[in-house]
Structures are given as structure tokens and as C-alpha cells.
């Protein structure tokens, strides 16, 4: 495989058209799809301007296929791994915090069944003269994990 084809394989991963590829390298207008179509060299000038406009592009694998097509210690691809990471631990503090204030409102919320359940227990023995019914047998919701 040629490095145009390199060239080709990369601005096709990065969604890049070839006339804005060419327009940031400065190259005339159909040159590169015309060096692809006959599968032309590509120059050392050129090869610079894709090093200057497209950092993450690996240039040693453009010319020779060995390694890998992006740079991995690039800043910009260290920089775009950070903020996903950054945007992940955020959501998850937040949801965490959200799921840690649920918990306690499900715990109020069963503190407050129990309580309404034992009055109406006491209600219908007073109406009734039947004992309370034990909070052991009473329908509580139960947790899932609990």
C-alpha cells in the first residue's frame, strides 16, 4: 500500500472530504483525488503540511504502514481520553449523589408507611376491638437489594 492510500484510509476514518483536506493543506483543488486515482507519490513538502495540519496523524505510518495510524501520546488524543474521563467521573458523582438522596427519601418514605400502618392499626382496634395487626406481617415495601 502507498502513503497515498494512507492519506486516503485517514481522512476517511476522520470523516474529512477530500476538498477540505486539501483546502487545510493547501493543496489545488483535485490534486490529492487525482495522486489517489493513480496512485501517485507523495512529496516531502506535503508530508509536512499533513504533519503541521493533522497532529495526530502518525507520519511514519503514512509513509511505511508500520504502527498505528494515530498518534497515541499525541496531546490532543490525551486531551479528548482526559475529558471523557472527566465527563464520566462528573456524571457518575452526580448520579451517585442523586441515587444516595433516593435512598434516603425511600428510607423516610418507609418510616412514614410503617407509622401510617401502625395508627391504622390502632384506629380499627379502637373502632373494632381487634388487636393491632404486628408490623411483621404488614405489607412493607421492601427494598431489592435490602
Do not use: C
Request: glycine share 4%; aromatic share 8%.
Amino acid at each position: 500500500m502507498k502513503p497515498i492510500e494512507r492519506i486516503a484510509i485517514y481522512i476517511h476514518f476522520k470523516k474529512i472530504s477530500p476538498h477540505a483536506f486539501e483546502k487545510k493543506i493547501e493543496l489545488s483543488n483535485g490534486y490529492f483525488s487525482k495522486q489517489l486515482k493513480h496512485l501517485g507519490s507523495v512529496g516531502s513538502d506535503i508530508l509536512i503540511k499533513i504533519h503541521l495540519a493533522y497532529p495526530d496523524a502518525d507520519i511514519l505510518w503514512i509513509l511505511t504502514g508500520e504502527g498505528q495510524m494515530l498518534k497515541e501520546d499525541n496531546p490532543l488524543v490525551q486531551q479528548v481520553h482526559s475529558n471523557i474521563v472527566e465527563d464520566f467521573t462528573n456524571k457518575y458523582s452526580t448520579e451517585n449523589k442523586k441515587l444516595k438522596h433516593l435512598e434516603y427519601d425511600f428510607d423516610k418514605l418507609q418510616t412514614s408507611l410503617r407509622d401510617k400502618e401502625k395508627i391504622i392499626g390502632l384506629y380499627e382496634f379502637m373502632l373494632n376491638g381487634n388487636p393491632p395487626i404486628s408490623s411483621s406481617s404488614s405489607s412493607v415495601v421492601k427494598r431489592m437489594d435490602a
